[in-house]
């Protein structure tokens, strides 16, 4: 079945970018799929970032909108995360996800087990 | 953009018991609601989609409920296992792109 690996720096100093990457194994990254971003800052709940189609298609959260690029390498089976002018409030835990569809593009059904980026000098 | 409203923030319970959580939504969402779970130090798992559609491998136990803005997951018979923070999600028509209720925490 589908797994997803995220891996990128662990820690990113302030106005610095973000950097990460999703492997997925198991199965084709040009599959009808939207593959999104979902981060969790310590102690708190899940926040969305955004998702790329696997046309190349993508959509932004509002609020992260200008500093969020995401984008997609089908010949490495992965999807990337660029997120520009970090400050230590991006300090978090980062997810990618699979969308899957049931009665239309309604739930994130694989997972990645997550890694931490640390904003700090 | 959609609000979800989830309560209680924190739900008190011991094994065997039934557990209800609510998730309101600030305008209807029709049936596009799925429900999470997470454990410390573990990604969200996928438990209910399409407000009422059990995730493959999940449980009997866990059953998804309600349209339109009120929404309820329930746990028939907590398990051990079961005491996770439990999240409610949408996917907003416009601007397209997903919202996440705060959370419950069930706690033993």
């Known amino acids: 079945q589908v797994q997803l690996q995220e891996s990128g720096p662990g820690l990113v100093k302030p106005s610095g970018t973000l950097s990460l990457t999703c492997a997925v194994s198991g199965g084709s990254i040009s599959s009808i799929n939207w593959w999104s971003w979902v981060r969790q800052p310590p102690g708190k709940g899940l926040e969305w970032i955004g998702e790329i189609y696997h046309s190349g298609s993508t959509n932004y959260s509002p609020s992260l909108k200008s500093r969020v690029t995401i984008s997609i390498d089908k010949s490495k089976n992965h999807f990337s995360l660029n997120m520009s002018s970090v400050t230590a409030a991006d300090t978090a835990v980062y997810y990618c996800?699979?969308?899957?569809?049931?009665?239309?593009?309604?739930?994130?059904?694989?997972w990645g087990k997550g890694t931490t980026v640390t904003v700090s000098s | 953009e959609i609000v979800l409203t989830q309560s209680p923030a924190t739900l008190s319970l011991s094994p065997g018991e039934r557990a209800t959580l609510s998730c309101r939504a600030s305008q209807s969402v029709g049936t596009y609601l799925a429900w999470y779970q997470q454990k410390p130090g573990q990604a969200p798992r996928l438990l209910i989609y399409?407000?009422?559609k059990g995730a493959t491998g999940i449980p009997a136990r866990f059953s998804g409920s309600g349209s339109g803005t009120d929404f309820t997951l329930t746990i028939s018979s907590l398990e051990p296992e079961d005491f996770a923070v439990y999240y409610c999600q949408q996917r907003n028509t416009w601007p397209p792109g997903w919202t996440f209720g705060q959370g419950t925490k069930v706690e033993i």
């Open positions: 399409d407000a009422s």
């Open positions: 996800a699979r969308v899957g569809y049931g009665s239309g593009w309604t739930k994130m059904d694989v």
